[in-house]
């Protein structure tokens, strides 16, 4: 039975339909919370009839047993005699003669304000992971305010009171509890719902405030967070540096012959070609060719280009999609061809070279990635610009293939992080790429493709 919302009555699962009377007969005794009500006091409260007849205390006394007798033969859909087991009858002596009482006797699992009052209680000594499981069973029950049909009766006051004031509980102890463990994406709109159902509380606008403080201290500048249904992955925007993304791996594009001299003529000291040699390899560059050399040496050079007609930077170039992945510390920067340096030392690229190369990229952080975060720049938008794509295509690009990628392996990375640079946001349209991404979610999760024999 439930009465945290308008009453309704389960018997074996099925619903049972009550006259509006006799489901307010019911809710008064389920406020009674136990204690036996004599039937001049549920006619008095449930039909609340002022005018006095001849014989009336004979003629309530019958409409209250008439009640009585349709709930009973309610419950009995449970089993012969079920009905007497849940309303017991009574007599109270009195100055006037014996009166008969009634009393509700329904346990914790038939009640649904009894089962909440419980969960909350067992979750007030729990430790937080039970405790947050506890409580957002306990707030799963709550349809609505407790015993609607007759919250505004002074008989009702108590229970509603004491419901509601648990409820409040329930929800602080729901925020502190998803804090404790770090949740607090899931703590937020526990915290919005209190702040926004008791607006004079100062106690609930302070743990918003806190709670928006300690998100904005561990997000900074993201922008876009979501969640793809079905798997642990998340997708996010932020702006920022790609090279204080501390804990992630990171994703930085080459052009085919892998050079790493920032000298401004082969590689601008501005580009993340030119910072990845500056910020993690101390400006020693040749370190870093010593890494990619190794790596290279499982890749079979596309050609092999002749000093007189390339005089600068190296000459041997690969495939486009070529992928290295360069150990630096306990993670990975995975250093990816998606460009032609040109022997005119310009980076020429386009949108099927930069697909390619994000189509090959994504098995290798599976492969190499340690199941860490992976950071990416907007790939295709700096000096080896992809002049058909605009910025939010390039966006779009890099998520869609991420996406397509776990279809093959769900377990790629736990988060692809897409770092944009200050100056791309105005002219990048972030509502696209939530939109994308409500579509891979529409379409279900992604699944691992059957492999032919």
């Given at each position: 039975m439930s009465v945290l919302g308008p009453v309704r009555l389960d018997v074996n699962g099925t619903p049972v339909r009550l006259t509006p009377l006799t489901a307010r007969l019911l809710v008064r005794l389920v406020a009674a919370e136990g204690e036996a009500v004599t039937a001049r006091r549920l006619y008095q409260d449930v039909w609340q009839q002022?005018?006095?007849l001849p014989r009336q205390e004979l003629r309530n006394r019958n409409e209250v047993q008439k009640?009585?007798?349709?709930?009973?033969?309610a419950f009995?859909?449970?089993?012969?005699?079920?009905?007497?087991?849940?309303i017991h009858t009574g007599q109270l002596p009195s100055a006037r003669g014996a009166q008969s009482t009634y009393r509700l006797d329904l346990s914790g699992q038939e009640l649904d304000s009894a089962e909440f009052t419980r969960l909350v209680g067992d979750a007030l000594h729990a430790a937080p992971a039970s405790a947050v499981r506890l409580l957002t069973d306990a707030l799963r029950l709550w349809r609505g305010g407790p015993l609607t049909e007759v919250a505004d009766e002074e008989f009702a006051s108590a229970p509603v009171r004491r419901l509601t004031r648990l409820r409040e509980t329930a929800l602080r102890e729901l925020v502190e509890g998803h804090t404790a463990l770090g949740r607090y994406d899931l703590a937020l709109p526990v915290a919005e719902q209190s702040a926004r159902e008791r607006p004079?509380?100062?106690?609930?606008?302070?743990?918003?405030?806190?709670?928006?403080a300690r998100l904005r201290e561990r997000y900074g500048g993201e922008l876009l967070r979501h969640t793809?249904?079905?798997?642990?992955?998340?997708?996010?925007?932020?702006?920022?540096?790609?090279?204080e993304q501390e804990d992630?791996?990171?994703?930085?594009?080459?052009?085919?012959t892998f050079d790493t001299f920032a000298d401004d003529v082969v590689i601008s000291r501005e580009s993340v070609q030119g910072q990845l040699v500056d910020r993690l390899f101390e400006g020693r560059h040749r370190l870093l060719d010593d890494k990619l050399r190794r790596g290279l040496g499982e890749f079979t050079p596309l050609s092999t280009e002749s000093f007189r007609m390339k005089r600068r930077g190296r000459r041997a170039r690969f495939p486009i999609g070529t992928v290295v992945a360069v150990p630096v510390g306990g993670r990975r920067v995975f250093a990816v061809a998606y460009s032609r340096l040109g022997?005119?030392?310009?980076?020429?690229?386009?949108p099927a070279d930069l697909r390619l190369s994000l189509e090959r990229l994504w098995p290798s952080v599976a492969l190499h990635g340690l199941f860490k975060p992976v950071a990416i720049p907007l790939i295709g938008a700096g000096l080896a610009r992809i002049v058909e794509l605009d910025r939010t295509q390039l966006l779009l690009l890099i998520v869609e293939t991420f996406t397509q990628s776990l279809r093959q392996d769900p377990a790629v990375s736990p988060e692809l992080r897409i770092v944009l640079r200050a100056g791309d946001l105005g002219r990048t349209d972030l509502s696209a790429v939530e939109a994308y991404l409500r579509g891979v979610d529409e379409r279900g999760p992604a699944a691992p493709q059957a492999t032919p024999h």
């Open positions: 002022t005018v006095e009640r009585i007798l349709e709930l009973r033969r009995d859909l449970a089993g012969p005699g079920y009905g007497a087991r849940i004079d509380d100062p106690e609930a606008a302070a743990v918003l405030a806190r709670l928006n793809l249904r079905g798997l642990r992955v998340d997708v996010v925007v932020v702006r920022g540096d790609l090279f992630a791996n990171l994703v930085v594009g080459f052009s085919d022997n005119d030392l310009r980076a020429r690229s386009g």
